[in-house]
């Protein structure tokens, strides 16, 4: 049944501040399982028989489940109501959160994971538009504070939680977590926005370019996921893959922009800042989310860290963030957002470029000092860029273009998680390969380090096999290196493509409803 109105009174006192808690509590618990499992992969594949490669799949397949469904939030959104889509999805994700915990194989919990990312596609997008409704016109940039501080903190303690949690309970808890927080959000948001649902309407569902986005978007996670096994183009499936994920996404884009009733609205593209924001909001993210994984992996499985340390090594950054991101908030209505977006990429290039120098002997606060860099980035981020996307957007189309730039960022951020991995192996082979050329057993230092090893009793194949392993491990790091260095002139690449937009300032807007 449809509301009377499609745009309620905002909330207030003690009723907006419990509601708004609880949207945050939904968007927080989705986002926290996009890379709460990033440190347990070693832990969750060896429990299960599986390689860390293989545990991979765990996070990939909650992305691209999860990017394919939430174009469909608008859809859902004016078919049955924001609130109630958004509680739906948030119990839903709840009982596959459930069904994640009690995985008794990395198959079982790969099919469980794609489930739960499918399910949970509108609850960002939903939390996004039902916050700036409960809130006050001229308190829009507040709202869209409370819900970027949910989607920068989750990352980050996402790892400390995984963590802590791999290390001392047992990794089924990175998910059975959620059930208790998923109900008491659901029911909370219930009870405090049922009576302000949003009109609803029949709408044809656009089912061949739904089928379309999941074969393209699916084909090409596959390939980058399986290719370096695979040995990329030289194994006709990647080349089957490639070939498909192109083909269809030609085919979907033709298909979307002559649709009457598209899965995706691509015709908020024609707008300028939409789609440079887009743009780099998916870049920025993409680089973000791949270093957010590549980090714990590298101090894991090269350094000698447990999933808990590596966790706390990001503990600052997120502190950092929680505290400046309601400062950036209330800038944000005075201030041009460019110049936030370009303090964030400043901040997260110099975080990269400070990485870049890494090696084996660091301590802690070495690791810690570039990611609390990284946590002034984040503090803006989030904030500028969706000021700068969703400018100039009619109200009652912000719900399929925050769909969008949420497809677009999540589907983003599972490529680079991928990437970046294949990036490493590549990149620790060449060096790996470099080291060994200048590491013979006619090599003055490679004889002074043999003969310094025996003197500690170890045998040739002994000090061979001890020199091979740190030469391994310093190949690993030098790659890390060179993948840090990348991220930040990528980062510094962003910032022209922000100042091609036109000037932004977040000064309020009437409430969501839904397209």
Not at 135 to 160: D, H, M, Q, Y
Not at 190 to 219: F, H, Q, Y
Not at 411 to 416: D, K, L, P, R, S
């Amino acid at each position: 049944m449809s509301a009377p109105g499609a745009h309620p009174h905002p909330l207030s006192g003690t009723k907006l501040a419990i509601t708004a808690v609880a949207l945050a509590l939904g968007t927080f618990m989705q986002v926290l399982d996009t890379t709460i499992a990033n440190v347990s992969l070693p832990t969750i594949a060896g429990n299960l028989g599986a390689s860390t490669d293989q545990g991979t799949w765990v996070i990939t397949s909650f992305a691209v489940a999860n990017g394919v469904a939430v174009p469909l939030t608008g859809w859902f959104m004016g078919r049955y109501g924001v609130v109630r889509t958004f509680v739906t999805a948030v119990f839903a994700f709840t009982a596959a959160s459930f069904l994640c915990g009690i995985a008794w194989s990395l198959n079982v919990l790969i099919i469980f994971r794609i489930v739960q990312g499918a399910v949970s596609g509108p609850m960002v997008p939903g939390s996004q538009a039902l916050l700036i409704s409960i809130f006050p016109p001229e308190k829009r940039a507040t709202a869209l504070g409370i819900w970027s501080i949910t989607t920068l903190v989750a990352p980050i303690i996402g790892p400390i939680l995984g963590g802590y949690i791999s290390d001392n309970i047992h990794w089924s808890w990175i998910f059975l977590i959620n059930v208790p927080i998923g109900l008491v959000a659901g029911f909370l948001c219930w009870r405090n926005l049922a009576d302000r649902e949003t009109p609803t309407r029949k709408l044809p569902i656009d089912r061949v370019g739904l089928i379309m986005l999941a074969v393209w978007v699916g084909s090409l996670q596959v390939m980058l996921d399986t290719g370096k096994d695979a040995d990329w183009f030289s194994s006709p499936m990647i080349v089957i893959e490639a070939v498909v994920a192109a083909v269809v996404f030609v085919a979907w884009l033709i298909w979307e922009t002559t649709e009457e009733h598209p899965v995706v609205d691509l015709s908020l593209f024609r707008f300028r800042n939409f789609t440079l924001g887009t743009i780099a909001f998916c870049l920025g993210y993409a680089v973000f989310f791949a270093n957010v994984l590549l980090l714990p992996l590298w101090l894991q499985t090269n350094v000698g860290y447990t999933a808990t340390w590596a966790g706390l090594v990001a503990a600052p950054s997120g502190v950092i963030a929680v505290l400046l991101t309601p400062i950036a908030a209330r800038f944000m209505s005075k201030v041009d957002a460019r110049i936030l977006a370009t303090v964030a990429f400043v901040a997260f290039a110099l975080s990269y470029f400070m990485r870049a120098d890494y090696t084996q002997n660091i301590g802690f606060w070495d690791y810690v000092w570039p990611l609390a860099v990284q946590g002034v980035a984040m503090s803006t981020f989030f904030v500028a860029m969706l000021t700068i996307s969703l400018d100039g957007i009619p109200h009652e189309r912000i719900p399929s273009a925050s769909g969008i730039s949420n497809f677009s960022r999540i589907t983003a951020g599972g490529f680079a998680a991928s990437i970046i991995t294949t990036m490493w192996d590549r990149r620790e082979a060449l060096h790996q390969s470099r080291l060994a050329d200048t590491s013979s057993a006619y090599n003055p230092a490679m004889q002074q380090a043999m003969n310094h090893l025996h003197g500690f009793g170890f045998t040739d194949p002994q000090a061979y096999a001890l020199l091979a392993h740190n030469l391994v491990q310093e190949a690993y790091t030098m790659a890390a290196d060179d993948l840090f260095w990348i991220s930040g002139w990528l980062s510094i690449a962003m910032i022209g493509i922000i100042w091609l937009a036109r000037r932004a300032v977040s000064g309020g807007g009437p409430p969501v409803a839904a397209d």
